[in-house]
Each structure stands twice: as structure tokens, then as C-alpha cells.
Antibody, heavy 119, light 107 residues
Framework: QVRLQESGPGLVQPSATLSLTCTVS?????????WGWIRQPPGKGLEWIGN???????YHNPSLQSRVTMSIDTSKNQFSLTLNSVTAADTAMYYC????????????WGQGTLVTVSS | SYELTQPPSLSVSPGLTASITCSGD??????VCWYQQKPGQSPVLVIY???KRPSGIPERFSGSTSGNTATLTISETQAIDEADYYC??????????FGGGTKLTVL
């Protein structure tokens, strides 16, 4: 059974960089699928951040594109997210996710990790 | 930027049918998915590619699209269906976009 697990700091200083990693177990990232990040501010709706493919091809939400970097490490079966120049508005539950095809939606979600931006 | 609009809330009595709408420009030309999210849990995919149900999702859940509107229909609604529901759209020229979510109350 495929499992996704987010990891990273729960508290980030304003203007700093948020870095998260998603570790995949039960499935090899090399095989395919889209691997992505979705966030949800407390009490609010879902926001797509971006997807990366096992080839390294990435797609980002245009509203975040200038601050987002995504990467994939097939040797560790992990993929990562960095978000620069964070503000309080970036406080959210961050989920890593898997989709077979972009049209298929997310079939597997991580449990989520809460990141708070505060001094 | 592309936007999807959902009603913030919907109430339904147990045993009746709940219809949650999602509207967006030329939505019928895009693929639509629906997710169910219960408090404190990660979302769960209940409909993909407009009308398809993933394995393990009850037949009570169905999806449809017409023009600029996609609809998630839950037949014979049960208390366990009480949750937030999100639509999500994709096409080859855009990226993923989520609707604002609909809180379904079963009472």
C-alpha cells in the first residue's frame, strides 16, 4: 500500500524559506505518477501548490510560481518543496499527494503537516 | 486566473439526495474531480474524470457535468456523508484549481 509522509519544521520565521519533504513508501517514484503539494490554511479551502513528475518536469500554481521550487530525489524515493519569503498567509496544513494522471485527481494523500509562519 | 465557485453550505435530510454544484467558465471542457474531507482528516477522492468512482467509493456518489457546471450527487445521504466537499478542475492548458468547498450538513 502506498504511503506518503510529510516532514519538516512546524515553525518558520517570516521572510524565511519553508522546506518540506515527502517520503514515499510502497511505491517507486521512478515508475511514474505526478507528485505534488497542496495546502490548506486553518479553516479554509484547498490550494494547489505544484506537481512534479518523476522526470523532473514541474508545474506550479501561477500565484506562487516565483516563490516555489520543487524537486524529486528518486534515489531516496522522496520529493521536496521550498517556498521562499514566507509570510503569515503561508501558514497552512501542507499535504503531499500523488496522482496517476493530471486528469485523475489525487488518489493518495499524506496526513499533512502544519506549518506556522511566526516570529 | 481560473476560478471555481461552490455554495458554501448545503443541508440535506438523511435518506434524501444532496446535489453539490461547482461552476466555472467552460468547465465542461475540463476534467473535474471531487473530494470529501472530514474534520481533522486528509481529503479523499470520491469522483474523478467527471463521472468515475475510485475503488471503495459507494455507488451513492456520482458526478456529472453540463455546460459550465459540474455536480456531485449523493443519493440516500447518510450521517457519515457529513463533510466538506471540494471540486477540482484540470485541463491541458491550465493547472489544478480547487473550488472553495461546500460544507454538507446532514440533519
Amino acid at each position: 500500500q502506498v504511503r506518503l509522509q510529510e516532514s519538516g519544521p512546524g515553525l518558520v520565521q517570516p521572510s524565511a524559506t519553508l522546506s518540506l519533504t515527502c517520503t514515499v513508501s510502497g511505491y517507486s517514484i521512478n515508475t511514474g505518477y505526478y507528485w505534488g503539494w497542496i495546502r490548506q490554511p486553518p479553516g479554509k479551502g484547498l490550494e494547489w501548490i505544484g506537481n512534479t513528475f518523476h522526470t523532473g518536469l514541474t508545474y506550479h500554481n501561477p500565484s506562487l510560481q516565483s516563490r516555489v521550487t520543487m524537486s524529486i530525489d528518486t534515489s531516496k524515493n522522496q520529493f521536496s518543496l521550498t517556498l521562499n519569503s514566507v509570510t503569515a498567509a503561508d501558514t497552512a496544513m501542507y499535504y503531499c499527494a500523488r496522482a496517476l494522471l493530471a486528469s485523475d485527481g489525487v488518489d493518495t494523500w499524506g496526513q499533512g503537516t502544519l506549518v506556522t509562519v511566526s516570529s | 486566473s481560473y476560478e471555481l465557485t461552490q455554495p458554501p453550505s448545503l443541508s440535506v435530510s438523511p435518506g434524501l439526495t444532496a446535489s453539490i454544484t461547482c461552476s466555472g467558465d467552460k468547465l465542461g471542457e475540463k476534467y473535474v474531480c471531487w473530494y470529501q474531507q472530514k474534520p481533522g482528516q486528509s481529503p479523499v477522492l470520491v469522483i474523478y474524470q467527471d463521472t468515475k468512482r475510485p475503488s471503495g467509493i459507494p455507488e451513492r456518489f456520482s458526478g456529472s457535468t453540463s455546460g459550465n457546471t459540474a455536480t456531485l450527487t449523493i443519493s440516500e445521504t447518510q450521517a457519515i456523508d457529513e463533510a466538506d466537499y471540494y471540486c477540482q478542475a484540470w485541463d491541458s492548458s491550465t493547472v489544478w484549481v480547487f473550488g472553495g468547498g461546500t460544507k454538507l450538513t446532514v440533519l
